[in-house]
């Protein structure tokens, strides 16, 4: 059995044990020692890493009652062996930890709202609240939470040996089902909550808590948020993207929303009489090209290769030219690519056969049925030409329809 050392003190970040087995495991080693401050992954957090003598500690975990270091590399068993944590994960995990326990305190005290899930990854942590607190909700919670960092109060641990001498302690969460002994964190003033992790000593040691981001989660509210470092540099990145955002619309800062808001309706203007334009032009293009078109055995052909139009607009213009028996083939040469479409009228061969050879010709795909048919391909060098030859073809197929 291994002595659970941050268990009674969160702050020890070296020390000296003895190691009881190295077992290998994989490409690594197994560590049990007699003594211990690296938590193991537990509690919804990541374990601690460090080194144990010359092997590096990359993973800890519990086996039932044993607590196993997972290194690069074997010690000896028996060896007296100095260890070291990474103090500064150490440190930066303990703040989330107990930056959650202030603001699961803050919305539990708030609103009710009670912690039914923490996780804490590296980067970010998050803290599932078992009801819906709405936006100014997470605001005063956050609030609140800071404000109790900031009176710096006292966060301990204690364990009770009984489930009496628990009585009498006013727990956040009901410690039915769990038995003794059991550790308690206390923030004196506010919080009691069972937890197995350590935490930092006063709640000023936190730093600043911030709730970036809430969303509806099982019926409750999922809360992302950063504490300490993690928020500095949270607001330090947010203020580089606005600070890049309002340069970008050479305003102030405080003014960039209204920028972006005011070039978002611009957009929306311009689309619009984008649309409007497009849609006076269409009218002289469908004119153009009936006026183009070529009676072959009682139908109408057209064949045209035309510029930047997209598949929308193909289907309207080709709509245009569908009274009476017609068959309408349209190219659309973005330069790179080479749209088309084929849409028919009264006539009997079917478009999704029509377009085959359009494919064939372009090495293209493209299919359809009935009436309608569409495609694209890499734009050939000689698409006017290759427009030509597949005019030909067409004219073939109404003459012998
Ligand atoms: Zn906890």
Known sequence: MTERLYLSDSMLSAFDATVLSCEPQGDGYLIELDRSAFFPNKGGQPCDVGTIGDAAVTDVNEHGERLLHRTDRAVAVGAAVHCELNFARRFDIMQQHTGEHLLSYCAWHLFGAQNVGFHCA?????????????????????????????????????????EEDLKGIPLRKHAEGLTAPIRIVTIEGSDACTCCAPHVRRTGEIGQLKIIEAIPYKGGTRCTFLCGMRALRHAQTMQDTVSAIALRFSTARDQAEAAVQKQSEDLSNAKRELRQAYAALDEYLAKALM????????????????????????????????????????????????????????????????IGAVNTALSGNGGGRGTLAQGSAKRPSDLPEIAEQLRGYFRNVLLHE
């Open 122 to 162: 590296l980067t970010y942590a998050t803290l599932d609240l078992d009801k819906p607190v709405g936006h100014e909700g997470i605001t005063e919670i956050e609030t609140l939470a800071n404000r109790l960092a900031a009176e710096n109060a006292a966060v301990t641990a204690t364990i009770y040996e009984t």
């Open 291 to 354: 006026q183009d078109a070529e009676d072959v055995n009682g139908c109408r052909l057209i064949v045209r290769v035309l510029e930047h139009v997209d598949a929308k607009r193909l289907r309207t213009l080709a709509g245009a030219t569908m009274n009476g028996r017609a068959l309408t083939v349209l190219f659309s040469d973005t330069g790179e690519r080479v749209s088309y479409l084929l849409a028919s009228n009264g006539i009997k061969p079917d478009t999704g056969l029509l």
